[in-house]
């Protein structure tokens, strides 16, 4: 897919895909490109909270509404904490194309678990 993280940290993950190689038969960015990009970002940003109190993070809830179409250039994912919990962590992910619009908004709820022993 091309993804390259660019920011980590509690606070923010960001990260950059090409729409080249991840459009559909139409010529438009794949909206399951655009999921699963946004799941991944989503889901390491909820993993770095969790390393901090000694857990992983695993996915239970995921939506997004896409607001606009990309037929080329690079994509931006940025996750950003809504909540972050010592059980449940919520991000909100925009992916926006290289004029600064918004081309989806998700949000993912992670639940943070201790290792199994």
Known sequence: MGVKIVEESVDRVVATMP????????GLLHGGASL???????S??????????????VGVDV?????????????????????????LTTHEVLIT??????????RITNLLLAPRT
Do not use: D
């Open 19 to 26: 729409v080249e190689g991840n459009r559909q038969s139409f």
């Open 97 to 106: 194309n290289q004029a600064g619009q918004r081309l989806c908004s998700m």
């Open 44 to 57: 390491w940003a909820a993993v770095i909270h969790a390393s901090t109190l000694g857990k992983t993070a």
């Open 63 to 87: 939506s997004a509404t896409h607001h606009r179409s990309a037929r080329a250039g690079l994509i931006t994912i940025t996750a950003t904490p809504i909540h972050l919990g010592g059980t």
């Open 36 to 42: 699963a990009v946004g799941e991944a970002v989503g």
